[in-house]
C-alpha cells in the first residue's frame, strides 16, 4: 500500500515523477522541485488516458450546456456527439462518457424529486396561460392519486369539432412508476392527429377505466364518440360498455399487428411469408366470404389453427377485420398510422433510459396539444 508519509509518488510503482508549487509573497506562483523521470512506461493511447482521474471533472460551463440539452430531451449519445462536434474530435472532450452518463443520471434523479408537487405547480401554471383547462384527479382511500386526467382548452375545442372518433393508447409505460401514460387521439379535417387529453393511471382495472371514460365524457360537455379504437384489453372492453354505451368499440389495427407479432413470433416474419399475407389479409379484403376463405387458407398452410391466440383473434375478428367494419363511421383511423404516429410524437419529448416523471407526461401533452 501506500506509504504513511504524505507524498507524491505513485502508490503502486512508488513513481518519483512530480511538479511542486510554492507561493511568493506577492501570491504568485514558482515551480520548487520538476523530477521529470517516471520509473514506468507512459501513456500513449487515448483509451489509457481516459481512465485518469483527470478526465472525471466537467467544468462548470460543460455541466450547464449539458443540463440545458438534456432538460430539452437530447439523449446521452447525441450529448456527447455534440461536445465532440464542439472540441472537433472525440479525443479532446476532456472527460469519459461514463462521466457524463452518471451526470445525467443525477439530472434525471433531481428531476424527479418532488415530482408530484411540481407537476401540481405546472397545471396551476398552464392553468393561468389557459382558463379552459381541466384536471380532474381520482384519489384511493389513502388519498393516494390512482388516476389523473388533464385536458387543455386546444384539447377541448378539438375535441368538439373532431371528436367523432377517437384512439385511446395505454401503451407507454416506461414512466418513473410504471404508470400506464394515456392519450385520446384524434383526427383534424386534413386527417392529421390531434391530441384531445392526456392521463396518468395507477391501475389498469375497469373501474378505472370507467371513471377516466365517465370524467373525460363529462369534461368535453357530454359528447360521446361515436366511435373509439383501443387496445385488446378485456377490462377497457366492461368500462366502455359501462360508460360509453352508444358508442361503437372496435380494436385499433396497429395493435393487433403488434401483438400477432409478439404471440407468433416463430411464424410472424419475413422469411415465413406469413406476415406478409397476414398484413395483405388485414388491410385488403373487404368481402367477408373472402376474409373467411383466405383466413382458413392463411392459418392452415401455416399450421396455427390450432395455436390459442390465434383462436381467440379469430373469435374476435368481428372487433379488427376490415369487412365487419361496413357502417361504422372510424374516419380513417384504422389504419396503424395515427397509432404510430401518436406514439412517435410522444417519444421526441420522452427519452429512453430514464424513467419519465408525472411532470414531464403533464408538460409533453400541453406541448402536444399545441401542435
Given amino acids: 500500500g501506500k506509504n504513511d508519509k504524505e507524498n507524491s509518488s505513485s502508490c503502486k510503482i512508488d513513481c518519483k515523477a512530480m511538479v511542486r508549487l510554492l507561493r511568493t509573497k506577492d501570491h504568485g506562483w514558482y515551480v520548487s522541485m520538476f523530477v521529470k523521470e517516471h520509473n514506468h512506461r507512459l501513456s500513449v493511447g487515448y483509451d489509457a488516458k481516459l481512465q485518469w482521474n483527470s478526465h472525471d471533472f466537467i467544468d462548470p460551463v460543460s455541466f450547464d450546456f449539458i443540463k440545458n440539452l438534456r432538460s430539452n430531451n437530447v439523449s446521452v449519445g447525441k450529448v456527447y456527439n455534440i461536445l465532440c462536434g464542439a472540441e472537433w474530435n472525440s479525443q479532446a472532450v476532456p472527460y469519459r462518457k461514463q462521466v457524463l452518463r452518471t451526470l445525467c443520471a443525477k439530472f434525471s434523479q433531481d428531476t424527479i424529486k418532488d415530482d408530484l408537487k411540481k407537476t401540481m405547480k405546472l397545471l396551476q401554471d398552464m392553468k393561468m396561460e389557459d382558463m379552459n383547462l381541466k384536471v380532474e384527479i381520482d384519489v384511493d382511500g389513502d388519498g393516494r392519486v390512482r388516476t389523473m386526467l388533464w385536458v387543455t382548452g386546444k384539447n377541448r375545442q378539438d375535441y368538439f369539432h373532431f371528436g367523432d372518433v377517437i384512439t385511446f393508447d395505454t401503451t407507454y409505460k416506461t414512466n418513473l412508476y410504471n ?20 392521463a396518468l393511471m ?9 371513471w377516466l371514460f365517465k370524467t373525460f365524457v363529462a369534461l368535453m360537455n357530454d359528447k360521446h364518440p361515436v366511435t373509439i379504437l383501443t387496445d385488446q384489453a378485456l377490462a377497457m372492453k366492461g368500462a366502455i360498455e359501462s360508460a360509453l354505451p352508444n358508442t361503437k368499440h372496435r380494436w385499433c389495427k396497429w395493435h393487433v399487428l403488434r401483438d400477432v407479432k409478439g404471440n407468433i413470433g416463430h411464424v410472424y416474419n419475413k422469411s415465413s411469408g406469413f406476415k406478409k399475407e397476414f398484413n395483405k389479409l388485414v388491410n385488403d379484403v373487404m368481402c367477408v366470404d373472402e376474409f373467411e376463405s383466405k383466413w382458413l387458407s392463411l392459418v392452415n398452410r401455416f399450421n396455427v389453427s390450432d395455436n390459442e391466440y390465434i383462436v381467440r383473434l379469430y373469435d374476435k375478428r368481428v372487433m379488427w377485420a376490415k369487412p365487419y367494419f361496413k357502417g361504422i363511421f372510424c374516419a380513417g383511423m384504422t389504419s396503424t398510422q395515427h397509432s404510430e404516429s401518436a406514439n412517435h410524437m410522444l417519444k421526441q419529448y420522452t427519452y429512453r433510459g430514464h424513467p419519465p416523471c408525472t411532470c414531464l407526461f403533464a408538460n409533453t401533452t400541453n406541448s402536444l396539444g399545441q401542435g
Fill in 179 to 198: 404508470m400506464p401514460f394515456a392519450l385520446f387521439v384524434g383526427v383534424n379535417n386534413h386527417f392529421q392527429s390531434v391530441i384531445f387529453g392526456g
Fill in 202 to 210: 395507477r391501475e389498469e382495472t375497469e373501474a378505472a377505466f370507467n
